[in-house]
C-alpha cells in the first residue's frame, strides 16, 4: 500500500512538473497599452516617409511594437515623396519597428491625384504594405473602379518603386481609350 501511494505521488509530481508553465503568463506590472483616443482633439495624425493616417482612436501594445489604429481616413501613400494613393479603413495594425501595417474591415484605396471620372479606386478587405520593399498587397477579392467602369479582381499588387499595378484573376472588362 505504501509503495502503491509513493508511486502515486511520484506520478503526481511528474505531471505537475511537465505542466508547469503553460498556463498564459499574466502581465507584468504596469503593462497596460497605452490607448489616444479623440476626445476633445478632432484629429490625429501618424506620419513616416512612406505613408500617414489621420484616425479616430489608436493603441499601442505595452512593449511598443504594435499599434492599432482604428477609423483611418484621410491616409496617404507616397511615392517618391508624393501623394501616390489614398488610403480609409476600418482598422491598421501597424508593426511599430518595420512601419508595416495591415488594414482590415471595409478598406478603400484610391489614386490621389486623379479626379472625378479619371478616378481609380480599390475597394477590398485586406490591405498589406511592406515598407521596405514598398509594395502594396491587396490578396483578397476586389472591387476595381476606373472611368465608371467596375472589374472584379482576385488579387492587386502595387510595386510603388516601379509604379507598377498587377491585377489578377480578372472578371469582367473594361474599355480603355487614350
Known amino acids: 500500500m505504501a509503495i502503491a501511494a509513493g508511486i502515486a505521488f511520484a506520478a503526481f509530481l511528474a505531471v505537475g ?12 506590472p504596469n503593462s497596460q497599452p497605452i ?3 479623440g476626445g476633445h482633439v478632432s484629429n ?11 484616425y479616430k482612436r489608436a493603441e499601442q501594445s505595452p512593449n511598443g511594437s504594435v499599434a492599432t489604429i482604428t477609423g483611418i481616413h484621410n ?9 501616390y494613393l489614398r488610403i480609409s479603413a476600418q482598422e ?4 511599430t519597428a518595420s512601419l508595416d501595417f495591415t488594414a482590415i474591415g471595409d478598406v ?3 489614386s490621389a491625384n486623379a479626379k472625378g471620372n479619371g478616378a481609380r479606386s480599390f475597394d477590398t478587405d485586406l490591405v498589406e504594405w511592406d515598407d521596405g ?3 502594396l498587397a491587396m490578396p483578397h477579392p476586389s472591387i476595381v473602379r476606373t472611368r465608371g467602369q467596375v472589374l472584379k479582381v482576385d488579387s492587386i499588387t ?6 507598377l499595378v498587377t491585377l489578377e484573376g480578372v472578371h469582367g472588362g473594361i474599355h480603355l481609350s487614350r
Open 44 to 54: 490625429h495624425r501618424i506620419d513616416t516617409q512612406s505613408w500617414s493616417f489621420d
Open 75 to 83: 491616409g496617404i501613400l507616397f511615392r517618391k515623396g508624393k501623394p
Open 92 to 95: 491598421v495594425s501597424i508593426n
Open 108 to 110: 478603400h484605396v484610391e
Open 35 to 37: 490607448v489616444l483616443k
Open 17 to 28: 512538473f511537465i505542466l508547469a508553465g503553460r498556463e498564459p503568463v499574466p502581465d507584468a
Open 158 to 163: 502595387v510595386d510603388f518603386k516601379k509604379g
Open 133 to 135: 520593399l514598398k509594395h
